[in-house]
């Protein structure tokens, strides 16, 4: 799936080959994002990376979830993921995380609007839910 990103960003299904870059993005940034993301944690290798993208691009292919890399130019500087998605419900759980330098721009609540847009537009959803930590006030806004 490929979506017009904010600014001068594109929404892209990430790929295995898109694994390392993964891997690089979470372990420069381990800090920032372990104590938030329930999935940071097990990428701990561009094998780890791989193996979690390659769950993502089979629930794509059985359109029941996605993740979606926030890309600027050659650039990973983040991410909308949709954890489940069910067919009959027609709910959607979505989530998102961005690098450090991409925060406080909006961003994450921009591209998860696209995401949205694009669900219910086409019909694949009818509600979003999100979780997200109470002490998380960033997320709580993106919510």
Do not use: K
């Amino acid at each position: 799936m490929r979506l017009p990103g904010p600014e001068s960003t594109e929404l892209v299904s990430l790929q295995t080959s898109d694994a390392a870059e993964l891997h690089r993005v979470i372990s420069r940034h381990r800090a920032s994002f372990d104590p938030w993301l329930r999935w940071s944690g097990a990428i701990v290798s561009a094998a780890a990376a791989e193996e979690f993208i390659a769950g993502f691009e089979a629930r794509e292919q059985q359109e029941s979830g996605f993740h979606l890399g926030l890309w600027d130019g050659e650039a990973l500087q983040g991410g909308v993921i949709c954890w489940s998605l069910t067919a009959t419900d027609r709910v959607a759980e979505l989530g998102y995380w961005l690098v450090p330098g991409a925060r406080g721009r909006g961003l994450a609540a921009r591209a998860t609007r696209v995401v949205m847009r694009h669900l219910f537009e086409t019909g694949a959803a009818n509600r979003v839910e999100f979780q997200c930590c109470v002490e998380n006030e960033a997320s709580r806004r993106v919510a």
